[in-house]
């Protein structure tokens, strides 16, 4: 009797697909703030990538480079030069006086986010201000404004620009999250452990953020918030702004992202980690040493794409955030 075509099937039914494995998801995010388009923060953009190779970078860009000091022309050269095939293009926020202007709507000019005072930072090689002003300064209506300008001028520069967002100070405030999601925001990143600015000399900006994140630590994963028309935005915490964090902070961040992948291999682990363009040289190089003590097992993506792995594990949004 010829019975092994059954046993053949019964075998084939018994063996259990196999599990996904999950990885170690890091997006590398630089902050064009405003301020300068210095060449010394390019070259150590640069410096980075030669040690990274094909990692990709999300670029968070403020389009107020383009309404003062030598204009779009400058901010085009420098996308173009520094937005690389793979990179990702982003709106980053931080409500100057000029960018004001452009979006047709009556600056602010106070209170400042870093001192709580009416006392904002003056540069001096622009007459412009706003750097540090709370975006809560302004309405909803005005923060749409606000963003469409920055997203418009963006994408005159004929790079594509992401659905994702950064803002200023990290203060994704209520008022802000709404803007966003009025607009077509997908993703925020900018929610951040407050314990990470625990050196600064001045609590006003870790006490007004402690409000806006107050459960936010360096290992929290990402989460929904309810933007616009109450529909939901991906929030993608930032693991550790290099600024800020120290090299334990970091060893910390990757040990805590290894041992949760231990307890949970079947689930992917989100660590976005943040510089800025207008120090980078003093910090990126300080990037590069943390990320080569750890082992060549990460994957390397844009915020973008992080927030695409990152939605498949999360649950439908509640009502809070």
Known sequence: MRIWPVALVVVACSTSPPQPQGRIVVALTVDWEGVALAPEGFQAIDALRAKLGTAPLTHFVSSAYATKGSGAAALDEAIARAVRPGDELAVHLHAWRSLARAAGIE??????????TDDVMSFTDNDD???DLDLDAYDVPGLRALLSVSRRILE???KPVSKTFRAGGYL???????????E????????VDVAQLKGLDDDVWPRR???IWPHVESTT???MVRGGALEPILELPIAAVIDYATAPDVDHVFEAARERLRNDPGRDVFVVLAFHLETASDYAPALATALA???DDLLFVTVDRAAELARFALAPPGGSR
């Open 107 to 116: 600056p602010r000019t106070a209170p400042s986010f870093l001192n709580g």
């Open 172 to 182: 994704s405030t209520p008022k802000v999250l709404l803007a966003l999601g009025d």
């Open 129 to 131: 201000v706003g750097f």
């Open 156 to 158: 005159q520069t004929g």
């Open 221 to 223: 994963q990402p989460f």
């Open 209 to 211: 953020l402690s409000e």
């Open 184 to 191: 077509g925001f997908a993703v925020d990143s900018s929610a």
């Open 293 to 295: 003590k750890q082992r």
